[in-house]
């Protein structure tokens, strides 16, 4: 029986984009993100809205954070969650540009 030998290919610059879009393709994180589009939140508040045990929210949100579609603010004892300033602009940029096309600029 021959081995078989795992290769991963990693194209330059491929990996940020990947991150974010399998960050936002969950749909947990994606109502996550909607929650925070419209105002910064505790995890309370979040949990009241995202109905999922609070471990797994902890990951959905950890995932958010390193991807940087998310930042942190410490209030006391508690943590607010937001949506990172340059969210959007991370999202549009991790999606594939047609050949030809010109980033920025719409037909």
């Known amino acids: 029986m021959p081995d078989t030998t795992l290769v991963e290919v990693i194209i330059p610059g491929a990996v940020e984009p990947l991150a974010v879009l ?11 993100l909607a929650t925070l589009a419209e105002a910064p ?7 009241e809205q995202v109905p999922i045990a609070g471990n797994l929210l902890s990951y959905h949100l950890k995932v958010l954070r390193e991807a940087g579609l998310v930042t942190t ?8 969650y937001a949506l990172a300033p340059d969210a959007s602009e991370r999202m ?3 999606l594939p540009v047609p050949a030809g096309a010109r980033p920025g600029v719409t037909q």
């Open 73 to 80: 603010s410490r209030r006391g004892r508690w943590i607010d």
């Open 22 to 32: 399998q960050a936002v393709a969950d749909p947990i994180r994606w109502t996550v």
């Open 92 to 94: 549009r940029a991790a």
């Open 41 to 47: 939140r505790c995890v309370c508040r979040l949990q």
